[in-house]
């Protein structure tokens, strides 16, 4: 199934797709299958924390729409407006330089999936805009592939993960590299010592903290759809595409990824508890067209949108860029 959370005639409603023109409000289907005492999910975090049950009465309902064309209103897809899929997920986890391409370009790097995490305030979903404001500085795409959990998980093996997942979804990881530079520290890092425990050492390190050049306000495009589980054969093998302003700059597949969903999703669970609706996004499929323009090279300050992603059976989002000339405000107190 192809889920959305979406507005229509100004009602937010979660719906389901019915073909490539039309969909259709859950909650109609449900009570038409169902009646109207049934469980109605109100959100799409409501539905993924039924888990499979949600799931398997909603593939009824869709499959008592479909029989009975005349039972719930077909709204079409051209009139409605969307929002993120999952609107409000507990955690979006980010994988940092998980695409091969970017192996040759690391100086040193650990043997592990590195992540970090995006507010969920940064989310906006298909044709909405993207706002970047002059005092960002450089601001760029990067495509992803997204995971959308759908039952809770802690220390969970890879060969068993894959069963944790509801579905995937297209995410547009919009990063900051101006702020990323504005924010790097390089200093020295104290550690005990692991000769002597009574005294400390210093080390030399690099590093620029992500709160703000990965989650700032529409720094995460998701959607359009949540494409369930079942629909997908092998997320390890996607093709992905990024435009800017119509032109081609990436040309990708999740195959090249470093490491698998299934690891991805694991090695998080051993630190972080994944909740129905929480987000992993995979990294970024960034290898440069064939006309070798890349990501890089689309800094929104000086290139136009719109910006498009498309994931193979995941489908194409799609978002206009707005460029605000402004100065920051007065934060500091005097």
């Not at 259709?24 to 109100?42: C, L, R, Y």
């Not at 959990?149 to 944790?164: F, K, L, P, S, W």
Request: with cysteine.
């Amino acid at each position: 199934m192809k889920l959305a959370s979406i507005s229509y005639k100004g009602t937010d409603c979660i719906a389901v797709a019915i073909d490539d023109e039309h969909v259709i409000n859950i909650k109609d289907a449900m009570i038409a299958a169902f009646g109207s005492d049934a469980e109605i999910p109100v959100d799409m975090n409501h539905l993924l924390q039924q888990g499979q049950t949600g799931i398997t009465k909603l593939s009824s309902a869709l499959d008592f729409a479909l029989a009975n064309p005349t039972a719930v209103m077909h709204i079409p897809i051209a009139d409605v407006s969307w929002h993120a899929p999952v609107r409000k997920p507990g955690k979006i986890c980010g994988v940092a330089m998980n695409n091969s391409a970017s192996n040759s370009r690391k100086i040193s790097a650990p043997d592990h999936p590195a992540f970090f995490l995006k507010p969920a305030s940064c989310l906006i979903g298909h044709e909405e805009a993207i706002t970047i404001r002059s005092y960002y500085g450089s601001v760029h795409p990067e495509p992803e592939l997204a995971i959308v959990i759908g039952t809770t998980m802690r220390d969970v093996d890879a060969a068993n993960a894959m069963e944790y997942i509801a579905g995937y979804s297209v995410m547009n990881d919009i990063t900051g590299n101006g702020m990323r530079a504005e924010d790097l520290f390089q200093y020295w890092a104290i550690y005990a010592d692991e000769d002597d425990p009574d005294k400390t050492r210093r080390v030399e390190q690099h590093l620029s903290y992500a709160a703000r050049y990965k989650g700032t306000d529409t720094f995460g495009v998701l959607g359009p759809w949540l494409v369930t589980r079942d629909e997908i054969n092998d997320p390890d093998d996607l093709s992905v595409e990024c435009k800017v302003g119509g032109e081609v700059v990436a040309e990708d597949s999740t195959r090249y990824y470093n490491y698998k969903v299934a690891e991805l999703i694991s090695f998080i669970s051993q630190f972080h508890t994944l909740h129905p609706g929480d987000i992993v996004s995979c990294g970024t499929a960034f290898k440069a067209s064939a006309n070798r323009k890349s990501i890089h090279n689309a800094n929104f300050q000086q290139v136009s949108g719109p910006v498009s992603v498309t994931i193979e059976g995941l489908g194409t989002q799609e978002n206009p860029v707005v460029v605000e000339n402004r100065t920051i405000g007065k934060w500091r107190l005097s």
